[in-house]
């Protein structure tokens, strides 16, 4: 019998990608296999089942896919957290660290209100700088955010004890070593 596929044999590796030394893991081979994508979609949203959330937040861009999946299999809301200038109302921004400089990412300002449980949605979790602007824009409106999933975690960057030591619950549904 073949052993049951886990929703890390659907995401294929790219060496050198973006940079040399990179070993970049591209979840479009995830997104394109139906049962692979129903996998992550369903693993995603598991640990949350049966809580109230308001609203799903995905992140730029690979979160918006994941993320619409989980809030439609949820019955909620989806927002869209961009890039700097890409979204069309009153906006408010966030700031945040990369590699070598700084970007920005935008949310529509009237996208949450106070009270409202929001989970946060993206791909992957690296140094976590994405995510934790994210947060910050969530919690400025006032909503509160009850889980941040991902399907792939990076641990070597440090991305997912940067969130927990924010208080968040961090739930990832595989993990690979080095960067």
Known sequence: MTPKKTVKDYIRTIVDFPHEGILFRDVTTLFADPRGFRMSVDQLLAPYAGMRIDKVVGLEARGFILGGAVAHQLSTGFVPIRKKGKLPGQTISQAYKLEY??????????????????????DLLATGGTAEAGIRLI?????EVVGCAFVVDLPDLGGRKKLEAMGMDV???CD???L
């Open 101 to 122: 400089g700084e970007a920005v990412v935008e949310v529509h300002e009237d996208a949450m209100t106070a009270g409202e449980k929001v989970l946060l949605v993206d």
């Open 139 to 143: 919690e400025r409106l006032g909503a």
């Open 171 to 173: 739930h990832a549904l």
């Open 176 to 178: 690979f070593a080095g």
